[in-house]
């Protein structure tokens, strides 16, 4: 396996949210993990471990070629708390700790792609560090809880992933997280 330097500042990347069945083809093959073919590319809905193992395996790798200092920007929206949980333990597997996250307006209501479907009209982004955040540092987050079901969905999400990713998670992350999405499920 051919693995690229340690020289990376930032790493910006989003994970296909359609029933959290989908790993990026071009993550995938930046990250060594072998050509795409429709059986090695898409995990089975439901299939949590899987879809846990694979982002955990391209995180690790993300890790390991960023600099000390350097940052992972990750895109993601799902309204299925299975999908969430098995995102941020495959953050935390792969070494990652939350630095703070982000609400903006997605491309869901402008991509052709997207039109008619039950794609998300927010994305969150996520912000990731290689160390635990610095104790003299603040999280990013939002500081007003949204009005729209969407929005507060992804707000509840960002605010257990600085929880669930973080150097001493709570207890009850996973449980959290299931009862803030199913409550603010759009």
């Known amino acids: 396996m051919n693995r690229m330097p340690r020289k990376y500042l930032l790493i910006l ?3 296909y949210p359609k029933c959290f069945d989908d790993i990026q083809a071009p993550l995938r093959a930046w990250a ?19 879809f846990k193992n ?11 070629v960023l600099r000390p200092a350097g ?9 299925e708390p299975r999908a969430w949980i098995a995102l941020f333990q495959a953050l935390k597997g792969g070494g990652f700790f939350a630095y703070g996250y982000t609400v903006v307006r997605s491309d869901g209501e402008t991509d052709y792609a997207k039109i008619g479907g039950r794609s998300s009209r927010f994305d969150i982004i996520l912000e990731l560090g290689r160390r635990p955040l610095p104790a003299a540092m603040k999280a990013h987050r939002l500081t007003v809880v949204p009005r729209e079901k969407e929005r507060r969905c992804l707000y509840n999400a960002g605010e257990i992933f600085l929880s669930a990713v973080s150097h001493s998670p709570s207890e009850n992350w996973v449980d959290d997280l ?3 999405i199913k409550t603010s499920h759009w």
Do not use: H, K, P
């Open 178 to 180: 299931r009862r803030a």
């Open 54 to 64: 694979v982002l955990r395996n391209v995180f690790s790798e993300c890790r390991r």
């Open 71 to 79: 940052r992972m920007m990750l895109t993601f929206a799902n309204s």
């Open 32 to 50: 060594s993990l072998g050509d795409v073919d429709q059986d090695a590319s898409a995990v089975a809905i439901g299939d949590d471990l899987r």
């Open 13 to 15: 990347t989003s994970i």
